[in-house]
Antibody
Framework: QVHLVQSGGEVKKPGASVKVSCKAS????????ISWVRQAPGQGLEWMGW????????NYEYKFRGRITLTTDASTSTAYMELVSLESDDTAVYYC?????????????WGQGTQVTVSS | DIQMTQSPSSLVASVGDRVTITCRAS??????VHWYQQKPGKVPNLLIY???NLQSGVPSRFSGSGSGTDFTLTISSVQPEDFATYFC?????????FGQGTKLEIK
């Protein structure tokens, strides 16, 4: 059974950085892309970027370029999302999500979410 | 970027009703559309992938259709557990995007 287990909640000050981990199990980690999606309080889903664990290729939504870095460690089947220069608008639940097929872009498994709160 | 516009943004229905949610893309995305259900405080759940393919374990009352720019999610007979928010998502472009969501509420 596929599981994506994310790291715990974070409280950060404006201007700081956060790095969220997503440990995968139950499938071949390098065979499926992983995306990161966030959800601000009371808002919809916002796609941030994807990474191909096998190739290391990445693609980021324009609004996050320059602030986001996605990486993976195949030896531990873990994906990471780092976001720098945090602002209060970055307060959200951050999810990792696995593609249902290769790098198809539809997500059949999600992490439990990581609450990131940015506050002075 | 491809914009995904869902309608309606909210919907009130009774148990047993047939419900349709629409998603319109800002340009043709062939069939690269997926639908999710999210209940309050829960993780999104994939219902339909590739426009019309039912994800394993999802009840058959859910169906999807469409092509090009216009796509629909239909619930043939709404059940109490279906009251939730629904999102469409495109993966035609390498920059993915979600619709803004449709909240389905009980009458």
């Amino acid at each position: 059974q596929v599981h994506l287990v994310q790291s715990g909640g974070e409280v950060k000050k404006p201007g700081a950085s956060v790095k969220v981990s997503c440990k995968a199990s139950g499938y071949s980690f390098t065979s499926y892309c992983i995306s990161w999606v966030r959800q601000a309080p009371g808002q919809g889903l916002e796609w941030m970027g994807w990474i191909g664990p096998n190739s290391g290729n990445t693609n980021y939504e324009y609004k996050f370029r320059g602030r986001i870095t996605l990486t993976t460690d195949a030896s531990t089947s873990t994906a990471y999302m780092e976001l720098v220069s945090l602002e209060s608008d970055d307060t959200a639940v951050y999810y990792c999500a696995k593609d249902y097929y290769d790098c198809s872009g539809g997500f059949d498994s999600w992490g439990q979410g990581t609450q990131v709160t940015v506050s002075s | 970027d491809i914009q995904m516009t869902q309608s309606p943004s909210s919907l009130v229905a009774s148990v047993g009703d047939r419900v349709t949610i629409t998603c319109r893309a800002s340009r043709s995305i062939t069939r690269y559309v997926h639908w999710y259900q999210q209940k309050p405080g829960k993780v999104p759940n994939l219902l339909i992938y590739g426009t019309s393919n039912l994800q394993s374990g999802v009840p058959s009352r859910f169906s999807g259709s469409g092509s090009g720019t216009d796509f629909t999610l239909t619930i043939s007979s709404v059940q109490p557990e279906d009251f939730a928010t629904y999102f469409c998502q495109q993966s035609y472009s390498t920059l993915y995007s979600f619709g803004q969501g449709t909240k389905l509420e009980i009458k």
